[in-house]
């Protein structure tokens, strides 16, 4: 079983939702990456989510803008950060879902990407710029190399869409909660809730919402409502203003541990 | 017309397509089917040419460069005029379209990405000709050697947005304005203005230049009573050679050659030769050629004209590429400028630096064709923006030359891959 559905399976047994922190593979460096993954299973994070960082990231605001530059002028690529999951999971079964825009998947060639993610334990992939009418090809490598692919649903999705990303989403399904790209907001859509309700009317798969969560208050009101939640960039900003100094990787645990409490 | 591309997913082969965020996917959907339906419209379609004709001044005229003839010994030089357009390109074409389209689906504000500033301009034009609000985004570095247009989209009520990201050109250009659309997609339209990004922008883009083809073919048969040999046009992103090329498809006998900005050579990587340094990627919604490095990074471009220094094409020119329907070359900065002083000085017209490099291949090109033959290029802009750059380039010494061509850039004769 996919290490994925068996976090979900286990924190459903147990009335639990998912935290799922979510950082850019590489920033500031890809030794760091591997502590912060180890101090966020610690820590209590359920998922994690690794960003391979992209030249034109146009689904992301400007913190993981900013991350994603760093680590490319750190020369962080795909394959590196599979590397790195393959070092992460030598000491942690923590579920990663790599989240890529597609352009390096496709360099890579979709086949090798999904046989070298798989071997590497990968459990799932987030490909912000493939739709499910694009995606059929390399979904199918993923497959076949039991890896996950997660699609994402958004608030402009007509019920026909939602129903066909329910369908073929794997893992869970990750509701973008806004209009707009990833970065911290002030509060969450009020709307959030009849949202996700729409949604859970076509599928009985978890969902994790992400995008414009920030804050523990934020944290605790979304996992009320859905099965995980995705914090981002706030995060992020955390690993920027500490940069490599020391007790980055003790403050941004403390950070996820904070917000997992919240999810009470 | 027969040419069965894009198919319903807006693919041109296995080019094309929709790779954007899933929120901006349903949108996509409602601007097809809006498309579609207005495409359909005989009212939309009225409305449409009433501007393009009394406001923008179409029909273009096509010019017989008579001294540019002479100078190359035959063949016959054409000169789609282009420049004659209102604002000054080809991209009025588009964003009456577009806008009208977006005034249709109930929008109030409109939002574009602009390189040499051509396009921003006639969509701030057409934003003010139909009073919607209009926000362009613009690359600093563009904004500093395209200063004019700046000034002229503030003037025309538009706010400019400069971005810093990446390179500060076109490419963060699209990137900001995307970021813009899905934040603001319920009241805006995102008027792109060249032929890629996701379906149906491709199509639309291609339909609404198509204008430019169907003048050309219609005045070359009645000029000539025969259809040219060889078309020219610049490729930033291709709206201005599509739309040329598109009308003569089925014309088997019509080559069509697409000029890329070789920049400073292709050897020197700085240059936005897609198709000679290129490889299949998505960039901005759309699987196409694009410079790229091994790990599938975007790479800057560079080229003396801000509106071909991207490093993505639009799909249908890749899918005319790899079928061998047309050819694609380069120019190197150094000639692309000498073309702007070869039309300036022998025909009158200081050119668009992006199609002074049809000018400047056309010198290539014109010897293969012979005396008997025809060369029709899409003259798609006028130079006025580009005088301060050429002249700081040229040390504001025109008279002195000192700008030999170079032919270093070897010609890809036929990339017919």
Not at chain 1, 214 to 239: E, F, K
Not at chain 2, 119 to 144: I, K
Not at chain 2, 270 to 280: Q, V
Request: hydrophobic letters at 40%; proline letters at 5%; one cysteine or more.
């Amino acid at each position: 079983m996919n290490r994925i559905d068996r976090c979900f399976r286990d924190l459903r047994a147990a009335r639990g939702k998912a935290l799922i922190p979510f950082i850019t593979a590489g920033d500031p460096d890809l030794p760091t990456t591997r502590e912060l993954a180890w101090a966020f299973d610690e820590a209590g994070a359920d998922l994690l989510e690794l960003g391979v960082p992209f030249s034109d990231p146009l689904a992301d605001g400007t913190t993981i803008q900013r991350a994603s530059q760093r680590a490319l002028e750190n020369g962080v690529t795909l394959k590196g950060v599979i590397g790195l999951v393959e070092q992460i999971r030598a000491r942690s079964p923590i579920p990663i879902i790599l989240m890529s825009y597609v352009n390096p998947i496709l360099r890579m060639g979709a086949r090798e990407f999904a046989r070298c993610a798989g071997d590497a334990g990968v459990d799932g992939i987030i490909v912000p710029d493939l739709p499910p009418e694009e995606a059929q090809q390399l979904q199918a490598y993923c497959t076949a190399a039991q890896v996950h692919t997660i699609f994402l649903a958004a608030p402009t999705s007509t019920e026909g869409r939602l129903r066909r990303i329910a369908e073929v989403s794997q893992g869970y399904i990750y509701y973008v909660a806004l209009k707009g790209v990833t970065g911290a907001r002030e509060s969450v859509q009020s709307d959030l809730e009849a949202s996700l309700a729409r949604l859970r009317r076509v599928t009985d798969k978890p969902i994790a919402v992400g995008f414009g969560i920030s804050t523990a208050a934020q944290v605790s009101q979304v996992a009320a409502l859905a099965d995980g939640v995705i914090v981002g960039s706030a995060i992020v900003d955390r690993i920027e203003q500490r940069g490599r100094g020391p007790g980055l990787v003790e403050d941004v645990a403390a950070f996820v541990r904070a917000l997992k409490q919240a999810m009470g | 017309m027969s040419w069965p591309f894009p198919d319903r997913a807006g693919h041109f082969g296995r080019y094309g397509g929709r790779y954007v965020p899933e929120t901006l996917m349903a949108p996509l959907e409602d601007l097809e089917r809006a498309y579609l339906e207005a495409q359909q419209d005989p009212a939309f379609q009225t409305e449409l040419t009433y501007y393009l004709e009394r406001y923008a001044g179409r029909p273009t005229p096509l010019y017989l460069a008579r001294r540019l003839t002479e100078k190359f010994g035959g063949p016959k030089v054409y000169l789609k005029r282009e420049d004659l357009c209102h604002t000054g390109a080809h991209k009025i074409n588009n964003t009456l379209g577009q806008v009208l389209l977006a005034r249709r689906m109930g929008k109030t504000r409109v939002i574009a990405e602009t390189g040499a500033g051509q396009h921003g301009v006639a969509t701030a034009t057409a934003a003010a000709l139909f009073g919607l609000e209009c926000r362009v985004y613009m690359g600093t570095e563009d904004m500093r050697r395209q200063a004019l247009n700046v000034f002229r989209m503030r003037l025309l009520g538009a706010e400019v947005t400069p971005v810093e990201a990446g390179s500060r050109t076109l490419k963060d250009a699209i990137n900001e304005a995307m970021r813009d659309w899905v934040t603001h997609v319920d009241h805006t339209h995102y008027v792109l203005g060249s032929a890629l990004g996701a379906h149906p922008f491709p199509l639309m883009v291609r339909n609404f230049q198509s204008v430019i083809g169907r003048e050309a073919r219609a005045q070359i048969l009645e000029a000539e009573g025969r259809l040219p040999d060889v078309l020219l046009a610049c490729v930033g992103g291709g709206s201005n050679a599509i739309g040329l090329f598109h009308p003569f498809i089925e014309d088997a006998g019509v080559r069509m050659i697409g000029v890329e900005a070789g920049g400073l050579g292709i050897e020197s990587g700085k240059h936005a030769a897609r198709f000679a340094a290129g490889e299949p990627g998505v960039l901005h919604g759309t699987l196409s050629y694009v410079l790229q490095d091994g790990d599938g990074q975007i790479q800057t471009t560079h080229s003396v004209s801000a509106g071909l220094d991207y490093p993505g094409v639009g799909p249908e020119h890749t899918y005319l590429m790899e079928t061998g329907r047309a050819a694609y070359v380069w120019v190197t900065d150094e000639e692309a400028l000498q073309g702007f002083r070869l039309l300036a000085t022998l025909e009158g017209i200081i050119p668009a630096l992006e199609c002074a490099h049809a000018i400047a291949y056309a010198t290539r090109v014109a010897s293969e064709i012979g005396r008997d033959g025809i060369l029709l290029i899409n003259l798609s802009g006028r130079g006025d923006k580009d005088v301060d750059l050429v002249s700081e380039i040229m040390g504001e010494a025109p008279q002195q030359g000192g700008m030999g061509v170079r032919h270093g850039g070897d010609v890809i004769p036929d990339v017919g891959r």
